[in-house]
């Protein structure tokens, strides 16, 4: 080859196999090649075992998607661009027009906005769910319902539901469920073997929390027990075009070892300040699992146990209704190292004020009135955590 680009092109060199490391190489591709016209007429598709095109994996995904199932003890995983695409990907694969979801009233609010927007739109309806009364998920359940939505513990506002109890309803109308797991990452309890043979049928991950941990990767994972339903969504994730890029991958698999660690630490230092700001007047309620008297805190610890690393980094304060929203603006306008932004899971601490009226079907009889904000503790040490807080609050709500 005389020419110096096509000898570029098509350098015979491939190094040494053999090669290990501490992190799986970066498999980069769209057109991956086959061997022959016979290989790639009988490419296989459905599971790891070859690949097709980059859009469908790389050595690199493969091996993620195989520890995501280790972490969940599930057995399929489809990674997609973002955890709110995992939703999105679960709703269209499962519904049709006439069919109907339940989602939880507590559900991160995206889900809902999905259902009231574009599911709608396609003649499929749904309807809110108290997760906190087992019993008003079975009355709603009906003929029409094909998809029920978990949540432990619900998004913001942190109940935790009967989710066994839930799964055992929605089993015996014979209703699938999908768990959004990204709270308990894993960690906190087994979604797929809840107890007394029980598990969810798919969960979903918003990967961008705490297994990304660094506030800079978005990606989102379907992860299935059954092979049959596993194909239904893998195959509505190809003629969708989902795909992940093998940079992002690449930092996801190098947070994952330390996902247990980051978790307990991220626990330790939420339930510290949940019980600090407990002893505070300015706090109508302050909203943690682990909290004896937060709602779902006995099935929380029923389900998960009450030890460090069963809980996720998150905790809300009901700012008491004798402030204005004007001061408890102003309280998380003054906080320093809580930054305000969406998103949890980096080592940052965060701050959000959230509108509780205008995201609930009617302001929860559990919850006190006021206006609420959500704090993720991030890896700072808690005593610099403490005393912004102390500061911001003497500065704003005295
Ligand atoms: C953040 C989040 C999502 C969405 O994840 P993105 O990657 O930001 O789309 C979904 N569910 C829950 C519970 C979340 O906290």
């Given at each position: 080859m005389s020419d110096k680009t096509t000898g570029l092109i098509h350098h015979p060199y491939v190094p040494p196999a053999g090669f290990e490391a501490p992190q799986p190489g970066v498999y980069k591709a769209s057109t991956v090649f086959f061997p022959n016209v016979a290989a790639m007429r009988s490419?296989?598709?459905?599971?790891?075992?070859a690949y097709t095109y980059g859009l469908h994996g790389t050595p690199t995904s493969y091996v993620l998607e195989e520890r995501l199932c280790a972490l969940e003890g599930g057995a399929q995983c489809l990674l997609v661009p973002s955890g709110l695409a995992a939703i999105a990907t679960v709703a269209l694969s499962l519904l049709q027009s006439g069919d109907e979801v339940l989602i939880p009233d507590?559900?991160?609010g995206p889900n809902k906005a999905l259902a009231q927007g574009e599911l709608k739109g396609w003649g499929i309806t749904h309807q809110f769910y108290d997760p906190m009364d087992p019993q008003d998920l079975a009355r709603r359940i009906n003929g029409k319902t094909r998809l029920v939505w978990l949540e432990a513990a619900g998004s913001v506002t942190l109940e935790f539901p009967d989710l066994l109890e839930q799964v055992r309803i929605c089993r015996a109308a014979g209703v699938l469920t999908a768990l959004d797991n990204t709270w308990g990452a894993g960690l906190a309890f087994d979604a797929f073997d809840l107890g007394a043979g029980q598990g969810v049928d798919l969960t979903i991950h918003a990967l961008t929390k705490y297994p990304s941990g660094g506030g800079d990767v978005l990606m989102g994972s379907v992860i299935t027990r059954d092979e049959k339903l596993h194909i239904r969504l893998k195959l509505t994730h190809m003629r969708l075009g989902l795909g992940v890029g093998m940079n992002d991958v690449e930092a996801v698999l190098r947070s994952l070892p330390s996902l247990a660690l980051r978790y307990a630490a991220h626990d330790r230092t939420a339930r510290a300040l949940a019980r600090w700001c407990q002893t505070r007047s300015e706090f109508a309620q302050v909203l943690h699992p682990a909290l004896p008297d937060s709602p779902g805190h006995a099935q929380w610890q029923a389900l998960c146990?009450?030890?460090?690393?069963?809980?996720?980094?998150l905790f809300s304060v009901i700012v008491d209704a004798r402030y204005t929203q004007a001061q408890v603006d102003a309280f998380c306008d003054a906080l320093r190292l809580f930054r305000l932004g969406y998103s949890w899971g980096g080592p940052m601490s965060l701050a959000v004020p959230y509108e509780l009226a205008s995201m609930?079907?009617?302001?929860?009889?559990?919850l006190a009135r006021g206006t609420l904000v959500r704090f993720s503790a991030g890896l700072e040490a808690v005593e610099d955590l403490q005393a912004d807080l102390l500061q911001a609050l003497q500065r704003a709500l005295a």
């Amino acid at each position: 080859m005389s020419d110096k680009t096509t000898g570029l092109i098509h350098h015979p060199y491939v190094p040494p196999a053999g090669f290990e490391a501490p992190q799986p190489g970066v498999y980069k591709a769209s057109t991956v090649f086959f061997p022959n016209v016979a290989a790639m007429r009988s490419r296989e598709w459905k599971d790891k075992t070859a690949y097709t095109y980059g859009l469908h994996g790389t050595p690199t995904s493969y091996v993620l998607e195989e520890r995501l199932c280790a972490l969940e003890g599930g057995a399929q995983c489809l990674l997609v661009p973002s955890g709110l695409a995992a939703i999105a990907t679960v709703a269209l694969s499962l519904l049709q027009s006439g069919d109907e979801v339940l989602i939880p009233d507590n559900a991160y609010g995206p889900n809902k906005a999905l259902a009231q927007g574009e599911l709608k739109g396609w003649g499929i309806t749904h309807q809110f769910y108290d997760p906190m009364d087992p019993q008003d998920l079975a009355r709603r359940i009906n003929g029409k319902t094909r998809l029920v939505w978990l949540e432990a513990a619900g998004s913001v506002t942190l109940e935790f539901p009967d989710l066994l109890e839930q799964v055992r309803i929605c089993r015996a109308a014979g209703v699938l469920t999908a768990l959004d797991n990204t709270w308990g990452a894993g960690l906190a309890f087994d979604a797929f073997d809840l107890g007394a043979g029980q598990g969810v049928d798919l969960t979903i991950h918003a990967l961008t929390k705490y297994p990304s941990g660094g506030g800079d990767v978005l990606m989102g994972s379907v992860i299935t027990r059954d092979e049959k339903l596993h194909i239904r969504l893998k195959l509505t994730h190809m003629r969708l075009g989902l795909g992940v890029g093998m940079n992002d991958v690449e930092a996801v698999l190098r947070s994952l070892p330390s996902l247990a660690l980051r978790y307990a630490a991220h626990d330790r230092t939420a339930r510290a300040l949940a019980r600090w700001c407990q002893t505070r007047s300015e706090f109508a309620q302050v909203l943690h699992p682990a909290l004896p008297d937060s709602p779902g805190h006995a099935q929380w610890q029923a389900l998960c146990g009450a030890e460090e690393g069963r809980a996720a980094g998150l905790f809300s304060v009901i700012v008491d209704a004798r402030y204005t929203q004007a001061q408890v603006d102003a309280f998380c306008d003054a906080l320093r190292l809580f930054r305000l932004g969406y998103s949890w899971g980096g080592p940052m601490s965060l701050a959000v004020p959230y509108e509780l009226a205008s995201m609930r079907q009617g302001w929860p009889a559990h919850l006190a009135r006021g206006t609420l904000v959500r704090f993720s503790a991030g890896l700072e040490a808690v005593e610099d955590l403490q005393a912004d807080l102390l500061q911001a609050l003497q500065r704003a709500l005295a």
